[in-house]
T-cell receptor, first 116, second 111 residues
């Protein structure tokens, strides 16, 4: 089974609108972490936001917020007031224990295009 | 100022050659990683070192050998390069069990 599932290969959003990028995960660990990274066309991987499994509040970082629904095993990224510079690939990732160490698994990504 | 740096940024080479990619981090992190991103953008971990000790070794051909001379460096040596090795290789670092920060990537093209 996929550890991280991103069902939207591509998304369009109008500039200044909000957009939600979906992510569901699969783990039997009680303690785990969820991340979102942005990869613009220039190629670098930029850390956006983190949510720990025991965090009761949804994580927020500026225009980014993580809609964490533990029972549904979902960790959707919400980008408010989209900007042209938000056009990029977005990766959801999960850190969980593996053989006594923490391992991070990435989803297949969602390509977001912001339309002027 | 660069937190995680990789050299070279681009690498074009012939099949059968041996090449190395270097990674350095100045963040004081304990753990470093190598990832491979294929042409479909799928990112997969290859290796992880914690305090110079190998802790994660995914199913990677023996032609790939990581080396960590100290906590701040993690190099990747690839022997007998094959066409399928063409990809972007990312180095990353993190404090133990915390958020990973990525280098700019090395774009490897094997001809």
């Amino acid at each position: 089974a996929q550890k991280i599932t991103q069902t939207q290969p591509g998304m369009f959003v109008q500039e200044k609108e909000a957009v939600t990028l979906d992510c569901t995960y699969d783990t039997s660990d009680q303690s785990y972490g969820l991340f979102w990274y942005k990869q613009p066309s220039s190629g670098e991987m930029i850390f956006l936001i983190y949510q720990g499994s025991y965090d009761e509040q949804n994580a927020t970082e500026g225009r980014y917020s993580l809609n964490f629904q533990k029972a549904r095993k979902s960790a959707n990224l919400v980008i408010s007031a989209s900007q042209l510079g938000d056009s990029a690939m977005y990766f959801c990732a999960m850190r969980e224990a593996s053989g006594g160490y923490q391992k991070v698994t990435f989803g297949t990504g969602t390509k977001l295009q912001v339309i002027p | 100022d660069t937190a995680v740096s990789q050299t070279p940024k681009y690498l074009v080479t012939q099949m059968g050659n041996d090449k190395s990619i270097k990674c350095e981090q100045n963040l004081g992190h304990d753990t470093m990683y190598w990832y491979k991103q294929d042409s479909k953008k799928f990112l997969k971990i290859m290796f992880s070192y914690n305090n110079k000790e190998l802790i994660i070794n995914e199913t990677v051909p023996n032609r790939f050998s990581p080396k960590s001379p100290d906590k701040a460096h993690l190099n990747l040596h690839i022997n007998s390069l094959e066409l399928g090795d063409s990809a972007v290789y990312f180095c990353a670092s993190s404090p133990y069990q915390e958020t990973q920060y990525f280098g700019p990537g090395t774009r490897l093209l094997v001809l």
